[in-house]
């Protein structure tokens, strides 16, 4: 029995695949929505000044296999 997200929950995870310097997110997850599925991709960036990282979102629709 696979993990079903509830409306309005998401689950972000480390993304395993992204490497330091390139363009890949560092984590990446699903978002449900209002009964749609949405795909979650963040990048941590480093804070300013000496202050925390801070995380770079994006979210789009997911993609139907």
């Known amino acids: 029995m696979s993990y ?6 998401a689950s972000l995870f480390v993304n395993d695949y992204h490497k330091s310097g ?3 997110p560092t984590h990446k997850g699903k978002l449900n929505l209002g009964g749609t ?3 979650i ?3 941590e960036k480093p804070g300013k000044d000496g202050k925390q ?12 296999a």
Do not use: I, R, T
């Open 4 to 9: 079903e997200l509830k409306d309005g929950q």
């Open 37 to 39: 599925l949405y795909e």
């Open 41 to 43: 991709a963040a990048w």
């Open 22 to 24: 390139d363009n890949k």
């Open 53 to 64: 990282p801070w995380l770079s979102l994006q979210v789009k629709p997911a993609q139907q």
